[in-house]
Nanobody, 128 residues
Framework: HLVESGGGAVQAGGSLRLSCVASDRTFASFKTMAWFRQAPGKEREFVAAIARSGDNTYYADSVKGRFSASEDNQEKTVYLEMNSVKPEDTANYSC??????????????????????WGRGTQVTVSS
């Protein structure tokens, strides 16, 4: 239901834009869409989220000011613009969607438990 793209290898200080495409019906059902990442040997961590009602965005402190999440309703796509990347940004980046409204109900946009659709991810590798 969710397909990510745009990952790759980039040098520190560079930029990447990740995309996540959803099917028409799936995209329309999402209350919130988010990006998470997981580095080898580490737990999955929240990166950014877009609450589609009101277009509020939320970011992890580690990426605030460097990453930007956005969506294109016509293209059924959410984006993650990554600027000033650092080696510690190296990870597999997955997008997620909440069609049940758990993010709204709990106010917890950073919890993976509140998302019921997941993509397989796209790898980002940042070299120093």
């Amino acid at each position: 239901h969710l397909v990510e793209s745009g990952g790759g290898a980039v040098q520190a200080g560079g930029s990447l834009r990740l995309s996540c495409v959803a099917s028409d019906r799936t995209f329309a059902s999402f209350k919130t869409m988010a990006w998470f990442r997981q580095a080898p040997g580490k737990e999955r961590e929240f990166v950014a989220a877009i609450a589609r009602s009101g277009d509020n965005t939320y970011y992890a402190d580690s990426v605030k000011g460097r990453f930007s999440a956005s969506e294109d309703n016509q293209e059924k796509t959410v984006y993650l613009e990554m600027n000033s990347v650092k080696p510690e940004d190296t990870a597999n980046y997955s997008c997620a969607g909440d069609s049940r409204g758990y993010t709204y109900a709990t106010g917890q946009y950073s919890s993976g438990h509140n998302y019921n659709y997941w993509g397989r991810g796209t790898q980002v590798t940042v070299s120093s």
